[in-house]
């Protein structure tokens, strides 16, 4: 039996050979890849995630210390979902996985889990992959592959929708890219020095602005050879229910330090990781019954009631909205932002008791004789994400700010009045006291909520 299941890995089993980019002697690698990490820094990070790590993929005798920088931050943390997010540099327009089920290496075998909902392909001799590996080999684990050719931003935020729905606390999002390539051997001198060019990129990516990478992408001379895959992730960091985010450029080198040479590739890795809010139908009904009964127990002198759910699993979200209506009309709506430093039930009751005693100027209290009539709606909000008005989804919420003016707007909001993007954003620039189309230079965040 096992030799007939070592026989169908093999006949479904693949291979990017390491060629020149490192040492094809396992004792050997093995060793250098304990050298790095001994010698790497560790940085401050918790062990739950998401987590998102960007990686450069040169030979390893350019980066291969800094790619073992990013991959020791992870070794130690609950992670039991990898996924790899690779460019293809004889470009291809599609987004594809392999179709093995594992892949050889020089230090072994790696289970490959196939991500459904995607086509498949023979793997590509793809260095961008290849040169992870050894690294990745690292872990243990299966690792689901999906490699991402040049294809439009509207492919890219449906390709992100899809993976949202694969990834969990426990998941491990890895994406292989070299920076800017500039100078004479890659026909790109650009005006500004790659040091500064790589630098402006490497932010964007740590403040997840899919606007600014791509303005500094033009200024590399779009030389970031894993810029698809770059997108890629600050658009499925966008589709994530995440209420707390934390991203740090690790570190920053470039090849012409070591070759001295007049053309230079950047390498640089950051690493992310988020705070998902994650709540079970069961609970999301507990907390709705809970909220009735806080009414009740307000207005009618009820016993007060206790939340049947375990509140230490309950994270704190950005901040959450409870909005009454009575017969199908809008009876009160109040929430705060910013209100990380009050856990979620703090904040639910604090909404309904403001909610109940009419803080709400736009409405009167509410009275007893609402109580057998009132529709109770929660919504928790993720931490705002920089978007800009050509990529902002309506059904989010939005937070314009400009010079000491701010306005917002909750999650479908615009929707609900009936105005499409442009009307939405005149309305917002309006009502934050500026001209109509101020949201044009304005600098704007969405919102995603959790609605229940």
Same mark, same amino acid.
């Given at each position: ?10 006949l ?69 979902k ?51 590996l ?69 932010f ?6 899919l ?8 200024d ?8 698809? *895959? ?62 009735k ?9 009820s ?74 709606e ?21 937070i ?10 909750? *999650? ?8 499409d ?32």
């Open positions: 039996m096992f030799f007939i299941f070592t026989l169908f890995l093999n479904f089993s693949c291979e990017i050979k390491p060629k020149f980019w490192y040492d094809n002697n396992p004792i050997t690698l093995q060793k250098q890849i304990d050298n790095w990490f001994k010698g790497s820094k560790k940085f401050s990070f918790s062990d739950n995630g998401p987590f998102w790590l960007i990686v450069p993929h040169a030979g390893y005798q350019y980066s291969g210390n800094l790619a073992a920088l990013g991959y020791k931050q992870l070794l130690n943390k609950v992670i039991k990898i996924i790899v997010l690779s460019p293809l540099h004889r470009s291809q327009n599609k987004v594809f996985v392999p179709d093995c089920l594992s892949i050889k290496t020089v230090l072994g075998d790696i289970a490959h889990k196939k991500i459904s909902g995607f086509d498949e392909n023979n793997l590509p001799d793809e260095h961008a992959l290849g040169n992870q050894p690294f990745l080999k690292q872990f243990n684990l299966p690792i689901s592959i999906l490699f991402v050719g040049d294809v439009s931003n509207s492919s890219l935020l449906n390709t992100a929708k899809k993976l949202a729905k694969n990834i969990d606390s426990n998941t491990a999002i890895i994406v292989s890219s070299d920076l800017s390539h500039t100078g004479p051997k890659f026909n790109n001198i650009p005006e500004k020095s790659s040091l500064e060019i790589d630098q402006q990129i490497l964007s990516i740590k403040e997840n602005s606007l600014d990478f791509e303005k500094n992408l033009r590399s001379g779009n030389t970031v050879c894993g810029s698809q *895959p770059i997108k890629l992730l600050l658009f499925i960091i966008n589709e994530l229910n995440l209420i707390e985010k934390n991203s740090k450029i690790l570190s920053y080198d470039n090849s012409a330090n070591i070759t001295k040479d007049n053309s230079s590739v950047g390498y640089g890795v950051v690493l992310g990781q988020g705070e998902l809010f994650i709540l079970p139908d069961d609970q999301k009904q507990k907390i709705k019954d809970y909220a009964e806080m009414f009740s127990h307000i207005l009618a002198g016993k007060k009631p206790s939340l049947e759910v375990n509140l230490k699993d309950l994270p704190n979200p950005y901040g959450v909205f409870v909005t009454v209506k009575n017969r199908g009309e809008l009876r009160a709506c109040l929430g705060t932002l910013d209100s990380r430093d009050k856990s979620f039930i703090q904040q639910l009751d604090s909404r309904i008791k403001a909610v109940a005693r009419g803080d709400d100027k736009r409405f009167s209290p509410l009275n007893i004789s609402e109580l057998d009539h009132l529709k109770i929660i919504s928790v909000l993720m931490s705002p994400q920089i978007t800009s008005y050509k990529q902002f989804n309506i059904h989010d919420g939005i314009l700010k400009k010079d000491s003016k701010r306005a917002i707007y909750l *999650p479908d909001v615009i929707v609900e009045a009936g105005w993007k442009q009307k939405g954003l005149e309305q917002l620039s309006k009502k934050a006291g500026l001209a109509a189309d101020a949201y044009k230079t304005a600098d704007l965040y969405s919102i995603k909520s959790l609605k229940f």
